[in-house]
Nanobody, 117 residues
Framework: QVQLVESGGGLVQAGGSLRLSCAAS????????MGWYRQAPGKERELVAS???????NYSGSVKGRFTISRDSAKNTIYLQMNSLKPEDTAVYYC???????????WGQGTQVTVSS
């Protein structure tokens, strides 16, 4: 099993910053990719940022230039630095670990990010 523990969410004013962390533990293995998703009320879960199998970060168009995904491989931890936050960034943010062979997704419990206008 894989456990993902997120932290760092909270309430911030528009224009502010937050940093999310996700620590992975358990049977992680090496053939996997990690990333961040979010789900706003009444909307589907969407990709925010992730690493591909080559280690290259990818971002959704709505956060590119404002958010930065990074990782500490030694700690099996990824981070999401969120700057210039907007009210539309308000959502529950989920950490994802995707094992590639065989394909399987693991999710964290989610952390709430609320951006006030």
């Amino acid at each position: 099993q894989v456990q993902l523990v997120e932290s760092g969410g909270g309430l911030v004013q528009a224009g502010g910053s937050l940093r999310l962390s996700c620590a992975a533990s358990g049977s992680i293995g090496s053939n996997n990719v990690m990333g961040w998703y979010r789900q706003a009320p009444g909307k589907e879960r969407e990709l925010v940022a992730s690493f591909n199998s080559a280690g290259t970060p990818n971002y959704s168009g709505s956060v590119k230039g404002r958010f930065t995904i990074s990782r500490d491989s030694a700690k099996n931890t990824i981070y999401l630095q969120m700057n210039s936050l907007k009210p539309e960034d308000t959502a529950v943010y989920y950490c994802n670990l995707r094992k590639l062979i065989p394909p399987r997704d693991y999710w964290g419990q989610g952390t709430q990010v609320t951006v006030s206008s």
